[in-house]
């Protein structure tokens, strides 16, 4: 069974830069987070997304992230303008609803702001 | 709002030797669910173990085992016999019933030396 897929696994960029991650959840897998480690931190949960609609946002800094999900499948995070504070590792996870907490993670996007 | 402290940011243990790494959570809730996950330093994050709050009994998952003690909240996990690949970052998560949403607390960075 293919693993969630993410890319690029690196991005460096200028401050004020935009940049895209995307993400191919397990197959099946109607729920996919986005959350975002910064170095020295466990992952904090930036959007959830049960098929294409979004379940919890709450921590989306919506006036430079915004994210989607279309048709339910592949989900893009898109970041513009960012900022230094945005280095961090992006990691996207999907699950099985109703397999309580049990999350499949990718290997991340890691992003260098300089 | 939920939180999930790890107070134990690193640890060592000599290969073959028995670790516990410690977890503490605050939640009002009753219903909810505990893990372990392991993210080694390819980054791509794997669950370890999982408790039912409402399950006395301890989990164990081969030389992986938890102790639980809900009216402390406090939910450690024992790894017995360590091995070299156990060399990870440990995070204990938290996740509400009723939400697939999990907090994840500061995680422990182990190393299991030869």
């Known amino acids: 069974e293919a693993g969630v897929a993410q890319s690029p696994r690196y991005k460096i960029i200028e401050k004020r830069q935009s940049v895209a991650f995307w993400c191919n959840p397990i197959s099946g897998h109607a729920t996919l987070y986005w959350y975002q480690q910064i170095l020295g931190q466990g992952p904090k949960l930036l959007i959830q997304f049960q098929n294409n609609g979004v379940v919890d946002d709450s921590q989306l800094p919506k006036d430079r992230f915004s994210a989607e999900r279309l048709k339910g499948v592949d989900s893009t995070l898109k970041i513009q303008p960012a900022k230094l504070e945005d280095s961090a590792v992006y990691l996207c996870a999907s699950s099985l609803k109703g397999l309580r907490g049990e999350l499949f993670f990718g290997e991340g996007s890691r992003l260098t702001v300089l | 709002a939920q939180t999930v402290t790890q107070s134990q940011p690193e640890m060592s243990v000599q290969e073959a030797e028995t670790v516990t790494l410690s977890c503490t959570y605050d939640?009002?809730?009753?219903?909810?669910?505990l893990f372990w996950y392991k993210q080694p330093p390819s980054r791509q994050m794997i669950l370890v173990i999982r408790?039912?709050?409402?399950?006395?009994q301890n989990a164990t998952e081969n030389r992986f085992s938890v102790n639980f003690q809900k009216a402390a909240k406090s939910f450690s996990l024992k790894i017995s016999d360590s091995q070299l690949g156990d060399t990870a970052m440990y995070f204990c998560a938290f996740n509400e019933g009723g939400s697939e949403k999990l907090v994840f607390g500061k995680g422990t960075k182990l190393t299991v030396n030869p």
């Open positions: 939640t009002s809730e009753n219903n909810y669910y």
């Open positions: 408790q039912e709050a409402y399950k006395q």
